[in-house]
C-alpha cells in the first residue's frame, strides 16, 4: 500500500504562487510514476503534470510553461510549484502515483483546495 498526504493549498490573488507537496509512505518503491491531477467544480479529473522515476516530465497545455512539477526522493515527497495562476486553475488538486507491478494500480492522496481570485 502507498498513502500520499497533499498539502499547500489555499487561495491566492490571480497572477500569484503557489506550491503544492505531496508526501508519500508505504511500498513507495513499486511506484513508477507520479501524478497531479485537477478537478474543478462540475469538471472531469483531468492529469496536468506527471514525472517518472527517471525524471522525464509532462504538462498539459493548460499549465505549460506556468506550473513546475518536481520530486525529492530523499524525503519521497513530489511538488508541484504553480506560477501566473489564474482563476481558471480553481480546483481540487491530486496526487497520484502509479504502480505497474504486481498489478497496475493508481493510489490517490485526498485532494487539496486551490482557489485563485480576479
Known amino acids: 500500500q502507498v498513502q500520499l498526504v497533499e498539502s499547500g493549498g489555499g487561495l491566492v490573488q490571480a497572477g500569484g504562487s503557489l506550491r503544492l507537496s505531496c508526501a508519500a509512505s508505504?511500498?513507495?518503491?513499486?511506484?513508477?510514476?507520479m501524478n497531479w491531477d485537477r478537478q474543478a467544480r462540475g469538471k472531469q479529473r483531468e492529469l496536468i503534470a506527471s514525472?517518472?522515476?527517471?525524471?522525464?516530465?509532462n504538462y498539459a497545455d493548460a499549465v505549460n510553461g506556468r506550473f513546475t512539477i518536481s520530486r525529492d526522493n530523499a524525503r519521497n515527497t513530489m511538488y508541484l510549484q504553480m506560477n501566473s495562476l489564474k482563476p481558471e486553475d480553481t480546483a481540487v488538486y491530486y496526487c497520484?502515483?502509479?504502480?505497474?507491478?504486481?498489478?497496475?494500480?493508481?493510489?490517490w492522496g485526498q485532494g487539496t483546495q486551490v482557489t485563485v481570485s480576479s
Open positions: 497520484n502515483a502509479y504502480r505497474q507491478y504486481p498489478i497496475p494500480f493508481n493510489y
Open positions: 508505504g511500498t513507495i518503491y513499486r511506484i513508477v510514476a
Open positions: 514525472i517518472t522515476n527517471d525524471g522525464s516530465t
